[in-house]
């Protein structure tokens, strides 16, 4: 097989890729969300109960007593991943995560007997059940930068093309002028175009125009 079949079979990969793989992380991460949150809500199911609730209680010095804060959790998490599994409200399902997964690292510091074995070199269980969810933050800081359009591209853009929008777009700004009612401007002073009059200080000599 040729270089060249190789490499274009590469493009089409990347391509792939680049035009699903976004989709895939929000729908993964919000199975992961939605799957952890629902075992919540049956006692004993969740491994992390017993450290979540106390975790909480802690950290509201005892306000809320560990079940109660279970069914809390059980509920965000629920709906952190219905939002990012149908891709709706993701400002505020991606605003919930990051509060909720910064609140999670917080055993570490609170509980260190029980998240490692030798602090802060050897986790326990919990421990790295707890660490995967620094993999979580960065995907959730991924798809956060998708809330206004963003995309991923399989192609760099060549430097020269951008260097040359960006010439264009300061030419057509110049160009662009606000009409004033209260001032008159003397005819000589006046550039005619076809669809609006621009003062001739303010034209921007085009390659090609008269």
């Not at 199975?31 to 919540?40: D, M, R, T, Y």
């Not at 990051?98 to 050897?122: C, D, K, M, S, Y």
């Amino acid at each position: 097989m040729s270089a060249a079949t190789w490499e274009r079979r590469e493009e089409l990969l990347v391509g792939w890729l680049a035009e699903h793989g976004l989709f895939l992380l929000r729908l993964s991460l919000g199975i992961v969300f939605l799957w952890f949150g629902a075992l919540k809500f049956v006692p004993a199911w969740s491994p992390a109960e017993d450290l979540a609730g106390a975790t909480i209680a802690k950290l509201t010095f005892g306000l809320v007593p560990p079940k109660l804060a279970l069914l809390v959790l059980a509920t965000w998490e629920s709906a952190i991943g219905l939002a990012l599994v149908f891709g709706v409200q993701l400002r505020a399902a991606i605003g919930l995560l990051l509060l909720q997964l910064a609140g999670t690292l917080t055993p570490l510091v609170l509980f260190p007997a029980e998240t490692f074995v030798r602090f802060p070199f050897a986790p326990t269980m919990e421990g790295q059940y707890i660490l995967k969810n620094l993999v979580l933050i960065s995907a959730a800081l991924v798809i956060g930068a998708t809330v206004r359009g963003g995309r991923l591209i399989s192609a760099p853009v060549m430097r020269e093309r951008v260097v040359r929008e960006r010439v264009r777009s300061r030419q057509s700004s110049r160009l662009t002028t606000k009409e004033d009612d209260h001032v008159r401007v003397p005819e000589r002073d006046l550039w005619l175009r076809a669809d609006r009059r621009v003062p001739v200080r303010n034209r921007v000599r085009v390659p090609g125009a008269l």
